[in-house]
């Protein structure tokens, strides 16, 4: 596997981190060495290079501008090394031990997916890594906290996610909108089986007729006989656990096949900017997996800034959460006043930090403030569940008819 230094002698400080006394080694480092392995090709790669590639170049520029991370009031420049996991665990296995073993890295930023993401749990708690994990669902985050003391969540459970568009079908069907029948496909991986068999067990306890179950392989393009078999069984609601090309590939064709039930729902994918660029007007009513509002302005300032940096709009859920990981670590470091990775994982683990979300704390190393299902209205994808949820907005029904 062929290494890639992405920048040299980057350096960091936040606008938005706070100052705060060294409570580590007094004396700062000459550099501080950050590596990460991301699918840069391989079936992971669309949904990398759209939700953490971006961010991880748009905080290296940030913290090249403001002129270095601030350990016990010096600016210490940061060195970051890149590889390309394939979108295989094995390699991303090999490229995290290549970074602590050979480039001897101060700090590794995570991967992106579940299988990834867990894949590399086990060394990055072996060597104190503080592992801040953006794109991994899981119902097992319970016992993983258990296990890896460093694991820090950004996202819900799988339960989480599939309950949030069970409540969404349940309103619907007080408001005698729908009378309760639903399909469900999900990819054969272990966030497609997690999050079917949770919204499954969600359904059936909520008196849902699930009229249609059946699972893909991974990476399948050809789905019209699987919609065409749906569209058979006339559901009023259509829910597809999905990764992006086989999000984008059921829209497609269940416009092909005509296929364009009451509720269309299709999860990893759905936020990013390629699928209202693809689709359009046809976009709108198309309901997706989490949401992130674009209310706050500190959340729209990102945006603004990511649009200006790469000429593309940041997705609508993983995006900033992800650039607010990296606020949050640079914060804990210049609080540490060390590279001390226990006394950096220790102040993430306690802090508060100013973010591009607002103000983050996390509760027993879990943030669980944005929304499990949001849905495209007038080009912007806008948070729909739960009701709590920041810039939640009332649920478009019916979805449109395809144009």
């Known amino acids: 596997m062929q290494r890639r230094r992405f920048a040299t002698l980057l350096a960091a ?74 979108s295989n665990s094995e390699e991303a296995v090999r490229a995290v031990e290549r970074l602590i073993n050979q480039d001897k890295v101060d700090f590794i930023l995570p991967p992106w997916g579940t299988a990834m993401n867990l894949a590399v749990a086990p060394i990055l708690h072996k060597h104190n890594y503080p592992h801040l994990a953006t794109t991994m669902i899981s119902d097992h985050i319970p016992q993983l906290r258990e296990r890896w ?67 893909y392989p991974l990476g399948s393009q050809e789905l019209q006989t699987i919609l065409n078999e749906v569209r058979r069984r006339e559901p009023e609601a259509f829910l597809a656990f999905s990764y992006p090309p086989d999000t984008m590939a059921l829209n497609d ?27 359009g007007a046809n976009a ?32 609508y859920n993983g995006s900033a959460v992800t650039y607010a990981t990296l606020q949050i670590l640079q914060q804990a470091i210049t609080r540490a006043g060390s590279i001390d990775r226990k006394a950096v994982s220790e102040q993430i683990r306690t802090g508060s930090f100013e973010t591009v979300l607002g103000p983050v704390k996390l509760t027993n190393r879990l943030w669980a403030e944005a929304s499990s299902v949001g849905q495209w209205q007038g080009g912007v994808f806008q948070p729909i569940s739960p009701k709590t949820a920041i810039g939640v907005k009332p649920a478009v029904f019916p979805k449109p008819e395809w144009k």
């Open 13 to 86: 400080a936040a606008a938005t981190a706070l100052a705060a006394p060294a409570l580590g080694q007094s004396k700062a480092p000459a550099e501080i060495r950050i590596g990460y392995a991301i699918s840069k090709t391989g079936a992971y790669a669309g949904g990398a290079s759209t939700t953490v590639l971006p961010n991880y170049q748009m905080w290296a520029a940030d913290v090249q501008q403001a002129g270095g991370i601030e350990i016990g009031g010096k600016r210490v420049p940061v060195r970051f090394f890149e590889y390309d996991d394939r």
């Open 253 to 279: 064709q269940a416009k092909v096949v005509g296929f364009n039930p009451k509720v269309f729902y299709t999860a990893i994918g759905t936020v990013f900017p390629m699928f209202k660029n693809r689709f």
């Open 284 to 315: 709108d009513g198309v309901m997706g997996l989490g949401g992130v509002s674009a209310e706050l302005p500190v959340t729209r300032d990102y945006r603004e800034r990511h649009l200006a940096m790469f000429k593309q709009e940041a997705d």
């Open 149 to 215: 003391s460093n694991l820090f969540f950004f996202t819900l459970t799988s339960t989480d996610y599939a309950n949030g568009v069970v409540d969404v079908l349940t309103r619907l069907r007080e408001e005698g909108k729908i009378k309760g029948k639903v399909a469900i496909v999900n990819v054969a991986d272990q966030f497609g089986l997690e999050l079917s068999k949770a919204a499954r067990e969600g359904l059936k306890k909520a008196k849902f007729d699930i009229v249609y179950d059946q699972s």
